[in-house]
């Protein structure tokens, strides 16, 4: 028995390396000119607009800080009509 604990190492060979998903978003940010808003609804049960908005500003401030010059968003909490209904969620705008 040998007291070599690589002595079986063998490289896997032509394994493709992953999608790097970190640099990607799942918000349209790149199509919000200067002045533009939108607002994200609160819709999954289980989310508060409070974590939605922790979720969207992370996602803002990644995305613009990649930008040249660094672009600004500012996003607040509100209540909005949607389909006639009042309801709960986040507006953002691009001020920058």
């Known amino acids: 028995m040998s007291n070599d604990p690589w002595a079986d190492f063998k490289p896997d060979m032509d394994v493709p390396l992953p999608t790097d998903t970190r640099n990607s978003t799942s918000y349209p940010w790149d199509k919000f000119q200067v002045g533009a808003s939108f607002?994200?609804?609160?819709?999954?049960?289980?989310?508060?607009?409070?974590?939605?908005?922790?979720?969207?500003?992370?996602?803002?401030?990644?995305?613009?800080?990649?930008?040249?010059?660094?672009?600004?968003?500012?996003?607040?909490?509100?209540?909005?009509?949607?389909?006639?209904?009042?309801?709960?969620g986040v507006r953002v705008w691009r001020i920058e």
């Not at 989310?47 to 600004?72: C, E, G, H, I, Y």
């Open 39 to 88: 607002f994200f609804q609160t819709d999954r049960d289980d989310d508060t607009s409070k974590r939605l908005k922790n979720r969207l500003d992370q996602s803002t401030r990644t995305f613009a800080r990649k930008q040249v010059p660094p672009w600004k968003f500012t996003l607040r909490v509100k209540l909005e009509k949607v389909d006639g209904k009042e309801v709960s």
